[in-house]
């Protein structure tokens, strides 16, 4: 009777052994079956011109625990004019914003604060999102917040000061867009002292990457002698040129 007990005994502890291994090694083919990022990220653009097989592709790695995958899906869904995709969409990029994927952080960032069908603008929610952006990387996130803190919002004072904070990081970081607004701000004095000079530096840092406004900017400041720069025929035709090529090559957003 001993024997048979330990013998069920020593079974049972077999079985459990067994059935642990069993499990630990379907996780393990379970996550060498995860399609690599490289394919996740052709999925993505093949996606994004209406490859609906890319697309289930996309989403079967998604909900096979891919944050990349729930990323690019959600950039996918977001993209589309139907509310019900872009609440989908929505919601995978939140899935992914979570787990810590920087770059979700900024896209639904961006999703909240410009709204999509079924999605009002809100720049407040916007906020914790593209904070976290920033903080994993993704500094296109700190010219969005520049954007919300140079408007008045109901339950938020406009701030010039953290507007200007986060657009300069946004600026050293080559966003075109932050540079100009920069200068904008350091031309006017509005949140600081006006700074010709200043303002000056970022309106060519932006018309050096073709963007339309401050090369025009720049083409005012010549013909009305001002930021430092004084009337000059043949600097004014340059600069006229400059923003006639630039309306073409407008530098994409963050």
Request: hydrophobic share 45%; charged share 20%.
């Amino acid at each position: 009777m001993l024997r048979k007990f330990q013998f069920g005994k020593f079974s049972l502890i077999s079985l459990l052994a067994l059935t642990t291994l069993l499990v630990a090694g379907g996780q393990l083919l379970y996550q060498t079956r995860l399609p690599d990022d490289s394919k996740i990220e052709q999925w993505g653009v093949l996606a994004s011109v209406q490859d609906e097989e890319a697309a289930q592709s996309l989403l079967k790695a998604a909900k096979s625990g891919s944050n990349l995958a729930a990323r690019a899906l959600g950039q996918t869904l977001i993209r589309r004019p139907d509310e019900v995709s872009v609440l989908e969409g929505q919601r995978w990029l939140q899935r992914a914003a979570e787990s810590g994927d920087a770059k979700a952080n900024l896209l639904l960032g961006k999703l909240l604060l410009k709204g999509a069908p079924g999605i009002p603008a809100d720049a407040l929610a916007a906020g914790p999102w593209l904070e976290a952006s920033v903080k994993g990387g993704q500094t296109g996130g700190a010219h969005y917040l520049g954007l919300i803190y140079r408007q008045e919002f109901p339950s938020q004072p406009r701030s010039p000061e953290k507007a200007l904070y986060w657009l300069e990081m946004a600026a050293k970081a080559g966003i075109a867009d932050s540079q100009f607004l920069l200068g904008q701000m350091l031309m006017t004095g509005d949140g600081i002292a006006p700074d010709p000079d200043r303002a000056r530096i970022w309106f060519e840092a932006a018309a050096e990457q073709d963007h339309p406004e401050a090369n025009l900017q720049l083409l005012m400041a010549y013909t009305r002698n001002e930021l430092g720069l004084k009337r000059n025929a043949e600097a004014e035709a340059r600069q006229l040129m400059e923003a006639q090529h630039s309306l073409r090559h407008r530098p994409p957003a963050p």
